[in-house]
């Protein structure tokens, strides 16, 4: 005979449903990673190629290229930087491009050379071509293309933003240098250790003669730059402002100055042309906050400093939020 017991019935029941919710609950599909795309078209730089995607990112969303800096690695910087969270929540589709030591002997961008700081040359050819596989395979909208980078990876940010005006609306550069301030390692040393004697006229003429004949806009630019870094010292972030506000024919008298966390002063130039992020106290490195908070981000490494979110303001800078 069958006895019916209450207490063992409901026991049963529970772990039946518990069992049943988690079945449903289970994922339908792998949350979207970090891959590599191992083809993706002409790479005279001879860089390699990750990509991300939020899961479920319909067609016509907006892409950002991410540039890490020296003895960083694409992984690294998708890991720390604070960007695959604001990709998430705000739906856009990312691109690292990584160098290794074989390009440069301590993994930097080369953005001091001409062959790969030339348009349709070297590396800034092989990153183009990557935004190209990523337009045409992922279906990201070609007019929403940024570009971001750290250090030797900010000045190949720069870079990107001259030589291709074209493609990039916004950028930003953080503990960078100003476009073509130099065309040899001996140059380039000179320009990260101190301030390099050029108008803004001057400065700009380097940009516009990196697609000569083109007429379009060229893209607003936000710069990041601690102002105790002496790796790239802080006259490389003037020195970027100088740069675009000729580039984009604003004036350097500021439109309006404010006070944010970190220690950080932002000052903006025309219509939002140009910002620069100055942070007082930080050293070489990318800022990022780390929190819950919606305007934190990132986390703490080897030059991923605890100040201010840039990957926020960035985002809003370039209109993705």
Not at 133 to 139: E, L, P, Q, R
């Amino acid at each position: 005979m069958v006895v019916f017991r209450p207490g063992r019935f409901l026991t049963v029941l529970l772990a039946m449903l518990a069992l049943l919710g988690g079945v449903l609950a289970a994922p339908s599909a792998r949350a979207a990673s970090l891959v590599r795309v191992t083809s993706f078209g002409s790479n005279p730089g001879n860089l390699a190629m990750f990509s991300y995607r939020p899961d479920g990112l319909p067609g016509g969303r907006p892409l950002v290229v991410l540039l890490h800096g020296c003895t960083q690695n694409a992984t690294g910087y998708f890991t720390n930087s604070g960007w695959r969270e604001f990709a998430d929540q705000f739906g856009f589709a990312l691109v690292l491009p990584q160098t290794s030591s074989v390009n440069n002997i301590s993994s930097c961008f080369n953005w001091f050379q001409t062959g790969d700081t030339t348009r349709g040359q070297g590396e800034a050819a092989s990153v183009r071509s990557m935004v190209s596989y990523a337009v045409a395979n992922y279906g990201t909208d070609p007019s929403r293309v940024y570009v971001s980078g750290l250090s030797a990876g900010g000045a190949m940010s720069a870079v990107m933003l001259a030589t291709y005006p074209d493609v990039f609306a916004a950028g930003s550069v953080a503990a960078g240098i100003p476009y073509r301030c130099a065309v040899s390692l001996l140059q380039a040393s000179g320009c990260q250790l101190g301030a390099t004697t050029r108008t803004p006229q001057q400065w700009g003429d380097l940009v516009r003669n990196a697609f000569p004949g083109y007429s379009g806009p060229y893209p607003r630019v936000a710069i990041w730059h601690g102002q105790s870094d002496f790796t790239v010292v802080p006259s490389n972030g003037r020195q970027l402002r100088d740069q675009w506000t000729n580039v984009r024919g604003v004036s350097r008298t500021p439109t309006s100055t404010q006070s944010l966390t970190g220690g950080t002063t932002l000052t903006v130039y025309g219509s939002d042309d140009v910002r620069l992020y100055e942070i007082a106290g930080m050293g070489h490195g990318l800022p990022i906050d780390p929190g819950g908070a919606a305007d934190q981000c990132g986390s703490t490494a080897a030059y991923f400093l605890d100040t201010i979110c840039s990957a926020y303001h960035d985002a809003r800078f370039f209109g993705l939020a």
